[in-house]
Nanobody, 122 residues
Framework: QVQLEESGGGLVQAGGSLRLSCAAS????????MGWFRQAPGKEREFVAV???????YYADSVKGRFTISRDNAKNTVYLQMNRLKLEDTAVYSC????????????????WGQGTQVTVSS
């Protein structure tokens, strides 16, 4: 059983930056792909980014060029560096772990964190 805990959310002005962290415990972190998803009020959960067990990455078009996912297998942690934040990036961001094929579908993931709120203000 893998436990995931996100941190680093908060309130930031548009154009600013935040770095989210997701610490994993209880499993073999390097076996899993790690994904970030987000959900805004009244909207469906949305794929943000995924880092495979080997470190290859894939991004949603909406964040490509602004967000960077990375992982540190020695620290059992995955990060999401978010730059040039926009109002529409406001959401609860959750990390997930799983043995995935594509990584952009939340149904591929077995373990989820509780989420951390990111609010972008004008």
């Amino acid at each position: 059983q893998v436990q995931l805990e996100e941190s680093g959310g908060g309130l930031v002005q548009a154009g600013g930056s935040l770095r989210l962290s997701c610490a994993a415990s209880g499993g073999t972190f390097s076996n899993y792909a790690m994904g970030w998803f987000r959900q805004a009020p009244g909207k469906e959960r949305e794929f943000v980014a995924v880092a495979s067990w080997s470190g290859s990455t894939y991004y949603a078009d909406s964040v490509k060029g602004r967000f960077t996912i990375s992982r540190d297998n020695a620290k059992n942690t995955v990060y999401l560096q978010m730059n040039r934040l926009k109002l529409e990036d406001t959401a609860v961001y959750s990390c997930a772990a799983g043995v995935v094929v594509y990584g952009n579908n939340f149904r591929e993931y077995d373990y989820w964190g509780q989420g951390t709120q990111v609010t972008v203000s004008s």
